[in-house]
């Protein structure tokens, strides 16, 4: 029996190759500003966003420059919004952003302190190419839940459609573009809900049940994914059945166990990459829908939030959602990257 445990701890331990342990990068540090978003574009332009979450956010959006400095996007009034301030057009409350086709996507929760929106959620979309507002889409009272809180999306160019994640209240919002009008699928349902109240990090519990978080789409295939935050199963519908109310009632969508995980996001060999929370992990599930394997592991990894890709490395956000208790001024904050598989 001794035996074959120690077989087994060598098999774990050479599981995890030694450069996957020393070889991530730091890309930028931002000392008592919690992160959580991170998105590279196509050609290297990197942009990240702090919600509110407490008083004294300094700023919601940056845009962040290859020598880790950062300033605030698209400028700073729109950034200077302070918890209990009216209503205005600046952001209030940014979880996520998300670059695509020359595009950044700003999701503007409308919730500080997780108090309740004070305004509609919403979308500013900005033209990369003149840093200036294009649209934006303002999600209604119909599609939301008592303590909502949109929390990811996903652009589906081709359908012209987007879908959201709602953390707060377990289902997902589809929008579609070209009539403006939003739809609430899988409301209250198992495969958006949390399916544990806690996560364990080194035997210190964090409480606290996250309904539907993670998302993305893989064109390639057409399948959305999607996640709840404390929960441990990854689940993948076909969009051409996530788009029909007459196969969203009995369909039977992909299956994996995981660990606990927050963002995801595919490369272009179809490799899934998210983390594993509880044991400071980056992992991916390779195009077979079957194996997953560990890219990066340790303390360098902490709460590995949100991912972006470009020029063959991964980046990645460290929220340490799990330790940004109370005072948060001495705790440094983190964009990392490591190199693609």
């Known amino acids: 029996m001794l035996k074959l445990v120690h077989l087994i701890t060598i098999l774990i331990t050479i599981s995890v190759p030694t450069w996957a342990q020393n070889n991530v990068q730091k890309v930028a540090s931002f000392k008592g500003i919690q992160v959580t978003g991170v998105t590279v574009t196509e050609k290297g332009r990197m ?6 979450w407490r008083t004294g956010v300094p700023f919601s959006v940056v845009e962040v420059f290859a020598d880790g400095s950062y300033k605030p996007y ?4 729109l950034n200077s919004w302070e918890v209990g301030q009216p209503v205005s057009e600046k952001f209030i409350g940014v979880q996520s952003v998300l670059a695509i086709n020359d595009e950044l996507f700003i999701l503007e929760t409308s919730n500080p302190m997780f108090a309740g929106c004070i305004a509609s959620p919403r979308v500013y979309v900005y033209n990369l190419k003149t840093n200036t507002l294009k649209t934006t889409y303002s999600i209604p009272e119909t599609v939301l839940q008592k303590g909502s809180y949109i929390n990811d999306l996903r652009v589906d160019s081709e359908r012209k459609k987007i879908y959201f994640t709602d953390s707060g209240a377990a289902g997902l919002i589809i929008l579609d573009i070209k ?3 939003f739809t609430r699928v899988f409301d209250n349902h198992p495969f ?3 399916e544990v109240d806690q996560l364990s990090f080194g035997g210190k519990i964090w409480k606290k049940a996250a309904h539907s978080d993670g998302i993305e789409l893989d064109t390639k295939n057409d399948i959305l994914y999607f996640h709840a935050l404390t929960g441990y199963t990854l689940y993948g519908i076909k969009v051409v059945d996530l788009l029909s109310p007459s196969k969203l009632r009995t369909v039977k969508p992909f299956q994996i166990k995981t660990g606990a995980l927050d963002g995801m996001i595919i490369d272009k060999k179809g490799n899934l990459y998210f983390a594993d929370l509880e044991n400071n992990k980056i992992q991916y599930l390779m ?3 079957k194996t997953i394997k560990t890219l990066a592991q340790g303390d360098a990894i902490r709460w590995a939030d949100t991912f972006g890709l470009y020029d063959g490395y991964l980046y990645f956000s460290n929220s340490r959602i799990n330790e940004a208790q109370g005072d948060i001024s001495n705790l440094e904050f983190t964009i990392n990257r490591i190199k693609l598989p």
């Open 47 to 52: 942009f990240a966003n702090f919600p509110r």
């Open 74 to 77: 698209p400028n700073g009034n």
């Open 179 to 181: 009539t403006n009008s």
């Open 192 to 194: 958006t809900k949390a």
């Open 287 to 289: 195009p077979d829908r």
